[in-house]
């Protein structure tokens, strides 16, 4: 047992690989049709959308810092996509809007954290809140327009691509996973990453620029929260600003169960994606088991402090000195 | 408080503070009537809740490495549910010298639950608060699914002519704190826990109690917030949270620890309830309204870090 | 080509009441900064390092004013802060990972970093520095403070400077390290390359250095060489006594 935590506690990631495994097997036992076809597609295009979601959150902690705005950005692009969708704009164009606007909000949040010095939390609180008001002005609170239908059979949980039978999202995210692997372990960005995340005071004696991490990072976060919209938008077939407010603290819970520590520097992309998918059997589980939606949600915040208190504990401030 | 401690406080808010003028002096040409001094009761009422969020917000934040509590809207909304629906519902009981020991008492112990997992089984903050927002909110709803109840007439003054008690109430117990070594640990601990612990302070204790007292303010807010919206109600509690961290960095209050005080969280308070007033007053959209209530967050807090740049770089 | 690794000190003075001075540090000088804790040598060898500028005159690098920390580290000013734990290592990261951070440019391939380029170079200067490490691949955090801070002087010499500037170099380091920083410093300078060493302890700053600045009340007191460079005159002038 002592054996199996110290194992936990150098390779957090296992933690939440090896609880949606047995999580999976508990469904599996307990719930009759947990495994079926239909129900792992959906659970599987659930945990992509979480996982997409918790892309920019996991470079950001990496960083040593937050992200409150991706759950405004994910509305914000929710909306503005089927708003231009509903105009007649082409995908595409649609597409680089978003995406444009959304780097330059994700921008502003990691110049003014970093070159200020405020903290990322308040930064990011207060332009989500100015960015999904300006959403709601724009569409006068009642979005309308609509998915373009490429985005809706990509994430369609009954979708498929050619003999596979899983929608097109699935994937993508491991095509993407893998070359965010590649790009924190191999690249210059991604070193620097893990490097002014685990010690900014050496960082610029490294020649590292924190302006521009902290830049560049938020952007990508923004980045992929408007990817994140997007699907949603896809999945769900029409736009709502408010789309995103369950993944404010989501993110945060699938990157920290994933074994990333919040101080930054230390945890891995591959930890989110376990972290997501344990998220979602944790959530199909108790719904399956005929809870009500408010004790799944009491029973997910046990579950998130039972998990980081077994893997993700900080260590003693003696050993820090 | 020295006279120079006070000046000191009040420039370190300097923008929250002259935005707070403003904001009331705006407020009171727009709406004469609702900031009359008759009106002054129901004024602090319903501005009560927000500032008691934020006082409670601010000894964990205080305490540094990362300390936040989260918790604190579905804290007050669980309290609120259960003094209201179960309590006074349930049992009968109304008396205030049951009802407010209760409502205390369960802040306590929320913040010791909260500061446990903060100090000693060392999760980060954010995250062991998280888990318990998740709780609380999940209970709150589970109990009281939809609102009910009503409020005992003492309690319901507390948005009336005696709304000022329970900020004031955390203001003197703040203001005793300070008298004690306690408040002087806390503050080092916040600003650097390294050297606080190699002093001899005994960190996570100082940490475990700020959670506490975070808690038991929390508890005495929801007394606030049970008087203003008068019944149990599962989705009021939850929104407080961002709009309390809100306040406290608008007045001040540092992230990083160490720095700020109880009067900025208060400040930045006012600050965001004179905002919603002003805008409601122009009968302006709910969505202008947050605009503005974000631009002005970014806004406040940016010119503060330029202000204490500036005066960095000119020594003074 | 000795002309562009030439580091120029020209009217430098600390504060505005400080008498300004000169000091030319060519290709293969190593220069010794005392003084005692907090009398103006940290801020003159970070002022060298383009940290912040000097409070009159300017520092010089190759022709061109050193006028920030990246663009005297463009020119080949490499700088070695002095605290090891909280300025130089990312604990977080390997042995390898700590050494090629600041220069990762050297390893890359179509975009990405090879692993075998890098290896490569590492390999080198563990040979020239004699780093004792179990794997590259391990956390820095199981080296010793002495075999940590090679790998910090690794990281700096990756980059190929032309000049060194070193803050206390072997605070807290073990003997048998001592002696290796020694030889590789003396090596260094008969390569070619300027040292500027701040060092707490005199008799390394007399043992290692051609001439030895000491500082006294954020000024330059005395220049220190040849036969004058004796243990003596360093303390006379740390304490502002005539010796």
């Not at chain 2, 009331?24 to 009761?41: C, D, E, I, M």
Request: charged share 10%.
């Amino acid at each position: 047992m002592n054996a199996a935590l110290t194992l936990l506690k150098k390779h957090p990631l296992l933690g939440a690989i090896l609880i949606a495994v047995l999580l999976h097997l508990l469904g599996t036992l307990l719930i009759p049709g947990y495994s079926s076809p239909f129900s792992i597609r959906a659970m599987l295009v659930l945990a992509a959308l979480l996982a997409v979601a918790s892309t920019g959150q996991t470079l950001v902690i990496l960083l040593g810092g937050i992200d409150l705005s991706i759950p405004f950005v994910i509305g914000f692009a929710n909306v503005v996509a089927a708003q231009l969708t509903g105009q007649g704009l082409p995908f595409w164009e649609v597409a680089a809007i978003v995406a444009v606007l959304a780097l330059l909000i994700g921008a502003v949040n990691g110049a003014l954290s970093s070159i200020l010095r405020i903290h990322p939390l308040i930064v990011t609180l207060g332009t989500g809140t100015v960015v999904q008001g300006l959403v709601l002005i724009w569409t006068k609170g009642f979005p309308s327009g609509s998915a373009p239908g490429f985005v809706s059979s990509f994430v369609s949980i009954g979708g498929s691509i050619g003999p596979i039978p899983v929608p097109g999202l699935i994937p993508a995210l491991i095509v993407m996973a893998v070359a965010l692997v590649l790009v924190l372990a191999r690249t210059p960005y991604g070193r620097k990453l893990y490097a002014q995340g685990g010690n900014p005071t050496a960082a610029p004696f490294a020649l590292i620029n924190p302006v521009a991490m902290w830049i560049v990072t938020f952007a990508l976060s923004a980045f992929f929260a408007a990817i994140a919209g997007v699907l949603l938008l896809g999945f769900t077939g029409s736009a709502y600003g408010d789309v995103g407010q369950p993944y404010l603290f989501q993110t945060i819970a699938a990157v920290v169960i994933g074994g990333t520590s919040l101080i930054g520097g230390r945890g891995s992309y591959v930890g989110t994606l376990a972290g997501a998918v344990a998220l979602t059997e944790i959530n199909t589980l108790l719904i399956g088991l005929g809870l009500q939606p408010s004790m799944v949600q009491a029973a997910l915040g046990a579950i998130i402090i039972l998990l980081v208190s077994l893997y993700g504990r900080e260590p003693h401030l003696r050993t820090t000195i | 408080m020295t006279a120079g401690r006070l000046i000191r406080t009040l420039s370190r808010s300097g923008f929250a503070l002259v935005l707070l003028v403003i904001l009331l002096l705006l407020n009171v040409w727009l709406n004469p009537a609702r900031f009359a001094p008759g009106a002054w009761g129901t004024l602090i009422g319903l501005a009560a809740p927000l500032i008691g969020a934020a006082l409670a917000s601010t000894p964990a934040i205080l305490s540094g490495r990362g300390g936040i509590d989260v918790s604190i809207g579905p804290l007050m909304g669980f309290v609120n549910a259960i003094i209201i629906a179960a309590l006074i519902g349930g049992l009968g009981l109304s008396d205030p010298w049951i009802v407010i020991p209760v409502a205390i008492l369960m802040g306590a112990a929320i913040g010791l639950f909260n500061g446990v997992l903060a100090s000693y089984v060392r999760i980060q903050p954010i995250v062991a608060t998280l888990g318990t927002y998740l709780i609380l909110t999940g209970l709150t709803v589970t109990i009281v699914p939809a609102p009910i109840g009503t409020i005992p007439d003492w309690l319901r003054t507390f948005s009336q002519g005696f709304s000022f008690v329970p900020p004031l109430a955390i203001f003197l117990i703040w203001l005793g704190i300070r008298q004690l070594p306690y408040y002087d640990q806390l503050m080092a601990t916040g600003s650097d826990d390294r050297a606080a612990f190699t002093a001899g302070v005994n960190v996570p204790v100082v940490r475990l109690l700020s959670y506490v007292l975070t808690g038991i303010f929390g508890g005495i807010a929801s007394l606030s917030l049970s008087a203003l919206i008068g019944s149990a109600d599962p989705n009021v509690g939850g929104n407080y949270t961002l709009l309390a961290i809100s306040a406290t960095a608008l007045g001040g209050v540092s992230l990083a620890g160490g720095r700020g005080g109880l009067i900025g969280a208060a400040i930045g308070a006012i600050d965001i309830f004179l905002l919603q007033s002003a805008l409601t007053f122009f009968n302006v959209s709910t969505f202008v309204l947050q605009v503005a209530y974000g631009a002005v967050l970014v806004i406040a807090v940016s010119s503060t870090a330029l202000q204490e740049r500036f005066f960095a770089r000119t020594g003074k | 080509m000795a002309d562009a690794a030439t580091l120029k000190v020209e009217g430098v003075a600390l504060t505005a009441a400080a008498p300004p001075f000169d000091e030319t540090i060519a290709p293969g000088d190593v220069i010794g900064l005392a003084g005692l804790d907090g009398h103006g040598q940290d801020l003159f060898l970070e002022c060298l390092a383009g940290l912040h500028p000097p409070a009159t005159g300017r520092v010089v690098m190759g022709g061109k004013p050193v006028t920030s920390f990246r663009n005297a580290a463009a020119s080949g000013i490499a700088y070695l802060p002095r605290d090891r734990r909280t300025m130089g290592i990312f604990p977080n990261m390997s042995v390898i990972d700590n050494f090629g951070i600041a220069s990762m440019r050297k390893d890359l391939r179509t975009g990405f970093i090879s692993m075998k380029s890098r290896r490569a170079r590492y390999e080198r200067l563990k040979e020239q520095l004699s780093i004792v490490a179990q794997s590259p691949d391990l956390p820095i955090t199981g080296l010793s403070g002495g075999n940590q801070q090679k790998v910090l002087l690794a990281r700096l010499l990756a980059r190929d400077p032309k000049v060194l500037l070193l803050n206390d170099p072997t605070r807290g380091v073990d003997i048998a390290t001592r002696r290796v920083l020694y030889r590789v410093f003396r090596e260094l300078a008969n390569e070619g390359l300027s040292l500027v060493v701040l060092s707490s302890e005199i008799e390394e700053a007399i043992g290692l250095c051609d001439r030895v600045l000491v500082f006294r009340d954020q000024h330059m007191s005395a220049r220190l060489t040849g036969a004058d460079k004796t243990a003596d005159r360093v303390i006379a002038a740390m304490f502002g006594r005539a010796a």
